[in-house]
């Protein structure tokens, strides 16, 4: 006789998610509640689906309520927890994915939600955030999205945006985004040959975020440019502009005086000599220049 045969099987599963949709901050039978934002809202939730799906969120549910003399009690927390650095929109976006498996993303969020993804570990959420976000990249915010990528370690997203970087390069450093990248993420950016600008647009640029950062950061110009100083290519220049630079350069000190003087150099030699050679190659956007050609043996 035939032992007896067992499957699993699936059902609709559009209908199961819509129907778990409808548990989204609905406050019919929730036994959790959180106060999201500086608008303080209100957001309800249902603790045991936030616990099997999120082991952040089971860390925090699993907390003993506040004055209890024991703090290993099985009492779990009933709220509300106050949430006070995150928008309302972001944060129900997270709950959404985790009651659906799903998310709805629009570009004023994405990058938030991201940031949301990576705190409460939801790897999942991440790659969706990260699709959304390389899907609907622009001009405007490109270098947040970088600056995100960098700082979460969201390696191919980190090329795709410098990609996207290189191929508008001139229209990207005149965003306000391109103001706020950290020196490192700056610094990053302009060790690429592919940049699509002249070498003296690229150094007004740099000088521009310069001075938004010393005010930020209230440091010196020299000191928060340093870093990304050091990748600009100033043999590159002719030395019309580089008298032009020094003048500049007079006020605000942003470039270091053995830089200049290490391009003046490259042009009494006729060669790169003594420089570094990416600092002599020309980028993908850089303007011809006459004395290009001595440098181009010390590129090779």
Known sequence: MAGPCSARLQGDVGAFTAALRTL??????????????????????HRCVLACRCQAFRGMLSQAPVGSQDSSSSVPSQGPFILGNVQPEVFLAVIEFLYTNSVTLNSHIALEVLTSS????????????????????????????????????????????????????????????????????????????????????????????????????ERPVPEVAALPVKELRLPLLAPSELVTLESYNQQDLLIPVESIAAAWRAHALRKGSGVPSRLCRPRRGTRPRDHHRHLEPHAK
């Open 118 to 217: 990576v705190e409460y570990g939801l790897q999942d959420l991440c790659k969706l955030c990260v699709k959304f976000i390389k899907d609907t990249l622009s001009v405007e915010q490109v270098c947040e999205a970088l600056q995100a990528a960098v700082t979460y370690g969201q390696v191919d997203l980190q090329q795709h945006c410098l990609a996207f970087i290189e191929g508008c390069t001139a229209a990207v450093v005149r965003t306000q985004g391109f103001r706020e990248l950290s020196d490192v993420v700056l610094a990053r950016v302009l060790r690429s040959d592919r940049l699509a600008v002249d070498e003296l647009d690229l150094v007004q640029a740099v000088r521009e975020w310069a001075h938004v950062s010393s005010a930020v950061l």
């Open 24 to 45: 989204v901050n609905n406050p019919q039978f929730s036994d959790v509640m959180f106060v999201v934002g500086q608008e303080q809202q209100k957001v309800f939730a």
